[in-house]
């Protein structure tokens, strides 16, 4: 939070001065403003293909008990790219930064999409089966996708494994073969975005007071 409130209070670029980089930080709401949409729109049609810009904005709705005050944590302005002012950011502002900004220009593009894809491989005697997804269009995930959770797997719950496109009777070389005996393992420990996921779900706090 002391990263954020130095980037809502302003940054020294050069010439420019002292600029806030992002908006008020200790809300939860989910509302942008319309000048801001419209900002964020005009970026991802002049910098991405127009296949990842939606026909019309995309509006979120706020949870109940949202504290609205406040819109959403943005960047202030389109004009500041992260890469653009990384000189004047030191390593902790501009991880923070380029995350505000990656979420927020991906919340305005079209979804990625998948094909939920069943592998069948003969192997001899064997049937070797693989279930996962193989992207078709990376949508959003081209600017922001999530770290997994831990689940104690290391695979993406929604979507199993992102696995390669193949075509039938394509001959597959073996490059290792594991034996594993598993067992049932206890709830892994939280993680941070699993614990304010548990806490949101309780109606705990907000961000800012977890």
């Not at 600029?19 to 949409?37: C, F, H, K, Q, W």
């Not at 073996?174 to 779900?201: C, D, G, H, M, Y």
Request: aromatic share 10%; proline share 6%.
């Amino acid at each position: 939070m002391s990263v954020a409130q130095r980037l809502y209070e302003g940054v020294e670029l050069g010439k420019e001065g002292s600029v806030g980089l992002i908006t008020y930080m200790r809300t939860d709401s989910v509302r942008i403003a319309d000048e801001a949409i419209g900002e964020v729109r005009n970026y991802i049609k002049t910098n991405y293909d127009g296949t990842y810009l939606p026909g019309k904005a995309r509006i979120f709705n706020n949870k109940e008990g949202a504290q609205d005050a406040h819109e959403a944590v943005r960047p202030t302005s389109m004009a500041y790219k992260p890469k653009e002012i990384k000189a004047f950011l030191t390593p902790d502002q501009f991880r923070l930064y380029q995350l505000i900004w990656n979420r927020f220009v991906a919340c305005q593009m079209n979804p990625a999409v998948f094909d939920q894809t069943t592998i069948d491989v003969s192997c001899g005697i064997y049937l070797l089966r693989a279930q996962g997804a193989i992207m078709k269009f990376p949508g959003f995930t081209a600017v922001y996708t999530e770290g997994k959770e831990e689940s104690g797997n290391g695979e993406d719950k929604e979507l199993g494994k992102i696995l390669p496109d193949l075509s039938p009777g394509e001959a597959l070389n073996l490059i290792s073969l594991t034996s594993e005996q598993k067992f049932t393992q206890p709830p892994p420990r939280f993680s941070e975005a699993s614990l304010v996921r548990e806490l949101e779900e309780k109606g705990i706090g907000r961000p800012s007071t977890y």
